[in-house]
């Protein structure tokens, strides 16, 4: 059985701060040593962290499989190294006329291939591209597939270029799959409209069933802007998230959540729960129908592990530990 500092926390990370070092006030509000985030957020940017503690961490590569989406915040004119405000500027151009903007992004909806930011955590040759990068190796990332499931522009910053009615920025939501970087969507969007662009603000809005506005710290994001609010060394302090409040925000893996994740939850025989505790080979007569993919196994007291259909017989996932 799960403890009572063991499950999901959803964290709203601020800007200016990494991924790893936010995860210290969950770390500290639960007084709990083994944590996982279902994946990183820039320094730069900032939004929703979905973190697990405890046994609840074998859940991290379900739920890095989940759909996403986000807020970009697009400046036009420009393009950095890391494609991103942190970054040199390396690249300019006139900014892009509004109506082609507009016409263009649609053109990114679908299975798209895009290559990675040479600024990011994709291995090239065994080592990350960014570590290559900065030891001044000449680095090319190659192209993967990625799905754009939709894209919104929210709001167009327009400026008046001799006559024409140009974008100097542009807000988007963008629904994606994982793997996709949209600090590539900005770069190939400006590219495509003969302009240059970098990200100047990201926020993740949601991963899978999990969105933003229920996380911990989410009212000290305020609104989105393209200002970064805390910077290191700059005698800020990012806005602590109280403890309390994060105890308040830990919550149970449940049959609903294994269903979104895509994990379809099963209840096992009573009788049978201490064999499956033990790791004995499981049958299909131990659940309450018929097991055939991937599936979350539940008693009355809670989650008790996965289980996956290989060569059609039901194989552990694993059993849930509670392990700190």
Known sequence: ?????????????????????????????????????????????????????????RLVPYILDCDKEYLAWIQFGSETDTLDPDGEICETAP??????????????????????????????????????????????????????????????EETDVRGVNCASSCVLRVSCSKGTYIRSLARDLAVMVQSRAHLRALRRTKIGPFPLEHAAGFSALGKFSPEIKFRYGSGERPTRVEFQEIRDKLMPFTPEIADAIGLSPVFIDPSRMKDFSRGIHPARDWFDREVSSKHAVFSD??????LEVIDDKPRYGFVFGGQN
Do not use: C
């Open 95 to 156: 900014l892009p006329p509004v109506a082609r903007v507009l016409e263009s992004v649609r053109n990114f909806i679908g299975e798209i291939e895009q290559v990675p930011p040479v600024y990011s955590a994709v291995h090239v040759g065994g080592r990350r591209a960014s570590d290559r990068v900065r030891s001044g190796e000449a680095v090319t990332v190659p192209p993967r597939k990625v799905t754009i499931h939709d894209i919104e522009i929210l709001s167009v």
């Open 1 to 57: 059985m799960p403890k009572h500092n063991e499950g999901i926390v959803l964290l709203a990370k601020q800007p200016g701060i990494t991924s790893f070092s936010s995860l210290w006030q969950i770390k500290n509000g639960l007084d709990i040593k083994k944590t996982g985030h279902t994946g990183t957020l820039d320094t730069f940017a900032e939004g929703l962290l979905v973190v697990l503690t405890g046994g609840y961490t």
């Open 301 to 306: 007291t809670g989650f008790m592990g996965a």
